[in-house]
């Protein structure tokens, strides 16, 4: 027995065809002298090709009794291998030891097949269950041929039928012992066409995978106790001391049993893996579901061979046709199996719902999306509880470490606690998975995946029903719905759709749910949630008001007595008083939510705007549909059955819907950087009236801001400089408190400084302003030529229809909004860098006329900055020569006369007044400044001729145009084209004009080509001279 095995006697089937008593004895011959479980498989597998379904089944329960033999003995050899082993460490006669020597040379001269491994045995273990399964379901396979040939009954008894397989599937499932083998195998009765056999495997394989989670808990408690028992050991010998007589004993007996422990086989799943085993069972779920489809799936493709008369159904099927509804229920059942009680990784709950089809079954939906969001919650809450054991952990560690310091040990309660925590903490290191250590953003965007999810349902729901509604030939069946059920199923998801937000209260994920369903163009619902967003925002604000000055009053006393305490000092009755006192309000006051931070009295000031871009998009998609609407409704409905009225009356109530979101932006927003994000959304959204407003309103608060800036930093760079003299402990007294006292009075007195400005850059807000430009000329531009498209394709298509006048107009109106946006770029923009910009933009859209006025501008922008680096740099100069002349002077030991010294000083100061206000006072270059306005001027005259021959070939092409149209652009063209050479003479670099003179060449622009290369010529000739001179002298 300890070498090998006995073979169990086969018992063969008695209504077997082919069996012969001849038969039975050979067959029963070769199995009982098999020497290895190949030769037996082998055997399996000739029989099932040969379709001998009955001698399968008990060749293969014959190599399963044999399995377990040899599994029996490979334990056996183990044992008395380790008794070997420990026996030859130990003082021994001779004799006894050569035995030893020689049962051992016994056991390594075994044949490999009496000594396979727990994983080779596993692994037969395996095969020759499927073998027994797919002999099964072959079987039925070719029952059900016959019964379809010889369609002998209508409907066929799925209990007749199946009753076999389910006993083989039932018998094959005892032998295995791992979630990967029973998932396979259900994996293959699913492949095989009977799905529905294999979901009680994958049941099977959670209840064989609970057994090794529960094997890990147990094994973890122990090396739990192991450990604490041992450091408790540890500890005490510190104090020269040993644990008690009882816990030695269950410390022994403890290792003893961890050394007896053994943990199931788990296959390639490790039994120490908690992580994997959760994913384990998200994957049985998500085949059980699998299963189901298929189920669905070959009923689908079954109908089609029943219709041929190539299949019959089975009653089961039958019921499925006439009662479709089971399907879904089925999907449930699974679903509420395994969430939230199997499936607990919210995550994972997440993916099964999202590959699972849940058509029209709102209520258990909205069930779902709930439970998931409350176990989002519940993981929250014991996330929390967990650091707050381990903060706890933390403290009680600390102080044992400080008594054992002092020879001394925690009391019998507090060792209770930190025995219990640090048991809590060990066990958790095996058994926790990793969704228990989510951090706060993973676990927020899971519930809010939840939430979507729902609306998604709702959502895809409502457009399946619009889909029917719309295509009514394509959906026969549908039963069509009158006007008044088809606008209360749509309020109904209206309704539903609100229910998601019923019990919600953080700002934030409200926001989310009003973009998610602002995405699914429900604009009602949009401006439902955003207003309950806003109106929690607003009460919060209010109870920040009140919470926040008596919280930092509280915190302020309880640090003051700290401190006291710390330094023993005595704390006043009044101050203990004022506490109780503040302590009572603040209790009285409603619970402060925890997404919220009591001090950051901003933190919704940009979350705000959000909603309110969210609620302004959704009146814009209402617009763009209404407009598609209206449009569609002039190509099919003849001109008399037009609701004119009606149209005008919804245009302007969105009208008035988008002005007063807009007010509402500019009432309540004043941070520049908010104002160009809306102004942005409205240019995105061709809303240019709105961008004009918004745009106008947000540099008027930055021209405010600076002028308050003027006023303000030098008040406050003084208080600075001397609260930094009185904190300095190194400098004498401080004397200047009174003038200290005076400046924070002045700036008290000033209007207040809004909190998202920099009162010391005085640049903060260039780039906004350049920006906002840019958004408004091009909204004004894009305007513009969907215009002129308009017009033109009206003039195509009915010239007589179009009203010349009123087209005149509306012309003249948009190009004074274009002036009046270039006229914006003279008073706000005086950086030629943020010019450049603006210009390159307005080159790439070919517009001579805007870039002509901004590079002008431009040009006085950099002659501006010449003069000032020009005296920046000749102070700099002068106090270079005086300063090294200082320092040739300091060499014999002699110094500046007084009258240089104070000609230095007021150099430097000029130097530095010159420098103060901005960063490129300080370094940019005449260099620069000359190779900006050069790449502004060439880049102008490119445009130009480009815009140039723009225009020609627009004109050829349309004959029709009017003639003053014609004298319009002609006069345009020609003062870009004389302004642009104009401005050329102020380029000093014959290499930019050379470059200019290629480019028009190529254009073929030869007049002013020659004319500029003539001025090129002068340039140069002026250029030799001056270098004659320079050499000369």
């Avoid at 069996?19 to 037996?40: C, F, M």
């Avoid at 740099?873 to 002068?878: A, R, V």
């Avoid at 073929?1004 to 002068?1018: N, T, V, Y």
Wanted: some cysteine; overall charge negative.
């Amino acid at each position: 027995k300890m070498f090998g095995v006995i073979a169990a006697p086969v018992v063969f089937p008695k209504e077997e065809e082919l069996s012969t008593p001849h038969i039975k004895e050979l067959l029963q011959y070769r199995l009982e002298n098999s020497s290895s479980l190949d030769e037996v498989y082998t055997l399996a597998g000739g029989l099932l090709t040969r379709q001998e379904w009955g001698f399968v089944q008990d060749v293969c329960k014959f190599a399963q009794i044999r399995i377990a033999q040899l599994d029996k003995a490979r334990k056996k050899r183990q044992l008395r291998l380790a008794e070997i082993n420990k026996l030859k460490t130990q003082l021994i006669p001779v004799h006894e030891k050569a035995c030893l020597g020689f049962e051992e040379e016994l056991f390594a001269g075994l044949p490999a097949y009496l000594t396979l491994s727990e994983q080779q045995l596993q692994y037969y273990k395996y095969q020759f269950a499927e073998h027994m399964t797919k002999s099964a379901l072959t079987k039925k396979s070719v029952l059900l041929a016959n019964i379809y040939r010889q369609r002998s009954v209508q409907l066929i008894d799925d209990d007749e039928v199946d009753e076999p397989v389910i006993q083989v599937i039932n018998e094959a499932v005892l032998f295995l012992s791992t979630a990967e083998q029973l998932l396979e195998l259900c994996r293959i009765i699913d492949a095989s066409g009977s799905p529905k056999l294999a979901l009680p495997v994958a049941q099977r394989a959670y209840d064989v995978q609970l057994s090794v989670r529960q094997k890990l808990k147990e094994r973890s408690e122990l090396q739990a106790t192991i450990r604490l028992l041992e450091n408790q050991r540890e500890m005490l010998k510190r104090l020269k001391k040993d644990l008690p007589n009882e816990k030695l004993s269950e410390l022994a007996n403890l290792k003893i049993k961890l050394v007896a422990f053994e943990m199931p086989f788990s296959g390639n799943c490790s039994s120490s893996d908690i992580n994997a085993m959760e994913q384990q069972v998200l994957q049985i779920t998500l085949v059980m579901l699998a299963c189901l489809a298929d189920i669905k799936k070959n009923l689908t493709a079954k109908r089609g061979e029943v219709l041929q008369k190539a299949a019959i159904h089975t009653k089961a099927e039958d019921e499925l046709i006439s009662n479709p509804s089971r399907f879904s229920q089925m999907a449930r059942d699974i679903l509420a199996w395994a969430i939230p009680d199997r499936v607990r990784d919210p995550a994972s709950m997440m993916q099964i719902v999202k590959n699972t089809e849940l058509e029209n079954q709102t209520e258990f939906i909205f069930q779902l999306g709930r439970q998931i969001r409350q176990t989002v919650l519940k993981l929250q809450d014991k996330i929390k509880e967990k650091e707050q054991r381990r903060a706890r952990l933390n403290e009680l560690r600390q102080k044992r470490e400080e008594l054992l310091t002092k020879w001394v040990l925690l009391e019998d309660d507090e060792a209770a606690e930190i025995w219990d925590l640090e048991f809590e903490e060990q066990v958790n290191v095996h058994t926790s998975p990793a969704y228990m250590s989510y951090g706060k953003e993973k676990l927020e965007q899971l519930e809010k995946s939840a939430l979507t999810w729902i609306l998604d349902c709702i959502y895809n729901e409502k457009a399946d029903l619009e889909e029917k509604v719309a295509n009514p030939r394509k959906y026969p069946l549908f039963k069509q719905l009158s006007a008044d059920e088809l606008a209360l199923r749509r309020a109904q998801f209206s309704q539903q759709a609100l229910r998601v937000t019923e019990d919600l209260q953080s700002p934030l994920l409200l926001f989310h749910i009003a973009k998610h369903v602002q995405s699914r163009r429900d604009s009602d619902t949009v401006f439902k949630v955003g207003n309950k967003c806003q109106s929690i925002i607003k009460e919060i604000e209010n109870q920040r008001s009140i919470r926040a000055p008596l919280q930092s009053e509280l915190d302020a006393l309880e640090a003051e007595k700290a401190d006291l305490l710390h330094r023993k000092r005595e704390w006043p009755d009044e101050k203990q008083l004022r506490i109780r006192e503040l302590t009572e309000k603040i209790d009285k006051l409603p619970t402060w939510p925890e997404f919220a931070t009591l001090f950051d009295h901003h933190q919704y000031d940009e979350l705000n705007l959000d909603v309110v871009r969210v609620m302004t998009s959704a009146i814009l998609d209402n617009k763009t549909t209404l407009e598609e609407d209206i449009a569609r409704m002039f190509r099919e409905t003849a001109p008399e059955n037009i609701d004119y009225r009606k149209i005008d009356s919804d245009r302007n109530a969105i009208q008035v819907k988008i002005q007063q979101l807009t007010k509402q932006c500019l009432t309540q927003f004043s941070n520049p950087v908010y104002l160009l994000r809306f102004a942005k959304d409205m240019k995105n959204r061709k809303e240019t009236e709105v961008v004009l407003e918004v745009v106008g309103k947000c540099l008027e608060r930055i021209k405010a801001i600076d002028a308050l800036r003027k006023v303000r930093k030098p008040i406050q760079l003084e208080i600075d400089q001397l609260k930094r003299l009185k904190e300095d402990p190194k400098k004498a007294p401080f004397t200047k408190e009174a003038e200290l006292t005076e400046l924070t009075a002045q700036l008290e007195a000033l209007p207040a400084w809004p909190h998202f400005a920099d009162v010391y850059d005085d640049g903060q807000y260039s780039r906004t302003v350049s920006q906002c430009i840019n958004v408004v000329l091009n909204s004004v531009l894009d305007q513009r030529e969907e215009f002129e498209s308009g017009v033109a394709k009206q003039l195509y298509e009915n010239k007589s229809a179009v009203d010349l006048t009123k087209v005149a107009e509306d012309r003249k109106q948009k190009q004074d909004q274009i002036n009046q946006a270039v006229q914006s770029c003279y008073e706000y923009i005086h950086d030629p860098q943020d010019l450049k910009i603006l210009i390159d933009a307005m080159a790439a859209r070919k517009e001579a006329e805007v870039m002509l006025d901004l590079v002008k501008h431009g040009i006085g922008c950099i002659d501006d900055r010449v003069k000032v680096v020009v005296e920046r740099d000749t102070f700099k100069l002068k106090t270079a020569i005086l300063e090294e002349e200082e320092a040739m002077l300091k060499i014999t030991k002699k110094s500046l006369s007084e009258e240089l010294k104070e000609e230095l000083a007021v150099l430097r100061d000029a130097v530095k007044k010159v420098e103060e206000g901005s960063n490129w006072k300080k370094t940019v270059t005449l260099v620069q400044l000359d190779s900006l306005k050069d790449k502004l001027l060439t880049s102008l005259v490119q445009a130009t001729f480009e815009k140039k021959q723009q225009t020609m070939n627009q004109m050829e092409g349309n004959r029709e145009m009017p003639e003053d149209r014609k004298q319009s652009f002609l006069a345009s063209v020609e003062r870009c084209v004389k302004e642009s050479s104009d401005l050329l003479s102020s380029v000093d670099n014959p290499h930019t004009l050379y470059s200019i003179i290629e480019d028009l060449n190529n254009k073929k622009e030869w007049d002013l080509a020659l004319k500029i290369g003539q001025e090129c010529f002068h340039k140069v000739f002026s250029l030799s001279l001056f270098f004659c001179d320079f050499w000369l002298f």
